[in-house]
């Protein structure tokens, strides 16, 4: 058993930045490779972000590329979401996932989820 929690959400002016934050707890926090969603109010979970287990390799949904960089501190059991040129489209509350196998862009590769947190971009 993995539980995760979410940090960081708030509202923001379009063109700011949060940082989104996920600790890890329970099962080794290494076996798993993790990743970001995000859902807006009538919309299914969109992919966000992934990353490796050892953090060397990240991947990005065309939608952030360039904006968002996600790294992890498997010393910390951490995972972070830096979100930079924020615009109103990205509103939407942000998941961090963990799995140990499957698509990284399917949620339904994802074996534990936090509880997510509320990410509002104003413009």
């Known amino acids: 058993q993995l539980q995760l929690v979410e940090s960081g959400g708030g509202l923001v002016q379009a063109g700011g930045s949060l940082r989104l934050s996920c600790a890890a707890s329970?099962?080794?926090?290494?076996?798993?490779?993790m990743g970001w969603f995000r859902q807006a109010p009538g919309k299914g979970r969109e992919f966000v972000a992934a990353?490796?287990?050892?953090?060397?390799?990240?991947y990005y949904a065309d939608s952030v590329k360039g904006r968002f960089s996600f790294s992890r501190d498997n010393a910390k059991n951490m995972v972070y979401l830096q979100m930079n040129s924020l615009k109103s489209e990205d509103t939407a509350v942000y998941y961090c996932g963990a799995r140990n196998r499957g698509d990284y862009r399917d949620p339904q590769s994802y074996i534990y989820w936090g509880q997510g947190t509320q990410v509002t971009v104003s413009l």
């Open positions: 329970g099962r080794a926090f290494t076996q798993y490779a």
């Open positions: 990353i490796t287990l050892s953090g060397g390799t990240s």
